[in-house]
């Protein structure tokens, strides 16, 4: 049976209740060392969570645990016995499974099709696809979520995409189900239904290791919280233990918030405009964007609030050129720039960090420096010839101001983090020196510390005259560094808010609680707008790019 780790504190679980556990594991990529000697127990029928900055190590050592890589030093433990995994499917098949961070979904397959990959139900002539198709619409239906088995997963929105990852982890059976950000793309009411299907597995017997950056989600579902430091578990407490203040101060050394509106400047005109704009749905049939207006002046920070569903995406995509609109325009410092392509819009100062970073923002084969340049890669050619010298210093100098944690330019991009990956989309669309940032969703699945630079770096560039925007599906969010804070709902502006708001207004604006009662409009009040109800539809997928 595996030894208690002596390390931990007192009134850690029972350690003969273990299932699986590593013993001093090692991971190493060259002359980085992403785990230094870890010990991690996981539970039987319990939910045991793990905190970490990006780059702590948190994925690695779960990637270790499920068979996806191999530790240099350590061993794996599984039921008290040494365990080990040459694959993921050899680790699957003794009752270990994970939902990645980052989705592994092949889009051009069915629901069905990317649930049974690799383990199709054999039928008397072959694939018994009925059967499959009957097994998924039980898994969906456990889900709460009716997404038809026979969809391609590229018609899906990034939401129900991640429902599909998890579908998929949950079909297979498994006695110890590793969840890695699994959240990150869900709503509320997606979360709920998500950590009802926990309590059912654990009171089943069935281990969860949870990994998340949404702290306060996290604590409601936790059973023990365990911290990963720059490669070292720092800390271990039962849930009665621990709190937000616990967390992150095992996890970065301090307290702090995601900031404040940047002041002490004066803001410019109106960089951007948005007048009555109107995005079709795929069908065609209403509008997921309709009729919105807004103005966003230079200096200026703006949120956008809102459901999943709410058009934030949709908005953001049709002015950066992604959507076609059925109506209005977008003007930028005046100028009607509604019918330029994304590449003279982005040559115009209108840019847009987008809201999945590995399908839209990143080229996994690139290098870090390589992604870095590829927008302004204009301004790099000479006739024919790229100049490499001035793409160098750009890259030099985007990493260092974007403060990416890197090899250097040489990197490969799928050796960062997921709060650095995030930064290169960040300091990929600055290095075009644009006068409009749109960002949508830049926090999602990095760490409060990641989420505090990223912050840090919106105020900076609103302090130089940038005009931002970005949307968030975490109302905390828009209570930081913003100057204004936009609801949406159903595709039109439900409210606007001061920074002074407080969460229930924002949240009843939305529509994701109750209306209680909103002061009038002021500075720090709501200023209601009309809705629009677009006509009853089953959950439908969001356009393509």
């Not at 679980?13 to 299932?19: I, K, L, W």
């Not at 840019?351 to 870095?372: F, I, S």
């Not at 590829?374 to 890259?395: D, H």
Request: with cysteine; hydrophobic share 40%.
């Amino acid at each position: 049976m595996s030894e208690p780790l002596a390390a931990e504190p007192e009134g850690r679980p029972d350690t003969r209740e273990v299932v699986l556990a590593a013993r001093n594991v090692a991971k190493s990529y060259g002359n980085i060392h992403a785990l230094k000697g870890v010990n991690f127990d996981i539970h039987r029928g319990q939910v045991t969570t793990l905190f970490g900055e990006n780059g702590a190590g948190k994925s690695t050592l779960m990637k270790i645990l499920s068979g996806v890589v191999r530790p240099t030093a350590g061993e794996i433990i599984l039921d008290g016995e040494p365990a080990v995994f040459a694959s993921a499917s050899e680790a699957r098949e003794r009752g270990i499974s994970i939902i990645h961070q980052e989705l592994s979904l092949a889009p051009n397959l069915s629901v069905r099709d990317n649930i049974f990959m690799g383990r199709e139900i054999a039928g008397p002539t072959g694939v018994d696809y009925a059967e499959e198709e009957r097994q998924v619409r039980l898994l969906m239906e456990e889900l709460e979520e009716p997404i038809d088995p026979l969809t391609r997963v590229e018609e899906l929105r990034l939401g129900q995409q991640q429902i599909v990852e998890i579908a998929r982890a949950l079909s297979v059976d498994s006695r110890i189900l590793i969840m890695d950000e699994p959240t990150s793309a869900l709503s509320a009411s997606e979360v709920e239904v998500l950590f009802k299907v926990v309590r059912d597995l654990t009171a089943k017997g069935v281990s969860i290791v949870y990994i998340s950056h949404h702290l306060e989600e996290a604590l409601e579902i936790t059973d023990q919280a365990v911290v990963l430091r720059d490669g070292t578990m720092t800390a271990y407490a039962p849930r009665a233990e621990i709190d937000l203040n616990w967390i992150v101060r095992n996890m970065v050394g301090e307290n702090f918030d995601l900031g404040s509106p940047p002041t002490g400047y004066e803001r410019g005109g109106v960089a951007l405009r948005i007048e009555n704009l109107s995005v079709p749905s795929v069908s065609g049939a209403y509008s997921v964007v309709d009729r919105l207006s807004l103005d966003v002046s230079a200096g200026e920070i703006v949120c956008i609030y809102g459901l999943m569903g709410a058009g934030r995406t949709e908005m953001m995509e049709c002015v950066a050129g992604r959507l076609r609109p059925s109506g209005g325009r977008v003007l930028l410092h005046g100028e009607d720039v509604s019918k330029l392509t994304i590449a003279d819009r982005i040559a115009a100062g209108l840019v847009l960090v987008p809201e999945d970073r590995q399908r839209d923002g990143l080229v996994q084969t690139m290098t870090v420096g390589e992604n870095l340049s590829l927008a302004s890669i204009r301004s790099f050619i000479k006739r024919v010839f790229t100049s490499r010298r001035s793409e160098g210093a750009l890259v030099e100098r985007s990493i260092r101001d974007v403060h990416i944690k890197t090899a250097g330019g040489h990197a490969m991009i799928g050796s960062l983090s997921g709060g650095n990956q995030q930064k290169v989309v960040i300091g990929k669309m600055l290095a075009t020196e644009p006068t409009v940032v749109l960002l949508d969703e830049p926090s999602r699945g990095i760490d409060v510390g990641a989420k505090s630079e990223v912050f840090k770096l919106l105020a900076e560039g609103a302090r130089r005259g940038l005009a931002v925007v970005y949307s968030t599906s975490e109302v905390g969010e828009c209570l930081s560094v913003a100057h204004r804070i936009v609801v949406l709902a159903k595709g039109r502006i439900a409210a606007e808010f001061g920074p002074d708001a407080t969460k229930e207004q924002i949240m009843a604006a939305s529509g994701e609680a109750e209306p209680g009662h909103l002061p009038a409009a002021d500075d720090g009040g709501a200023h209601p707008a009309p809705r629009s109800t677009p006509p009853t539809h089953q959950p439908r997928p969001e356009p393509k790019a």
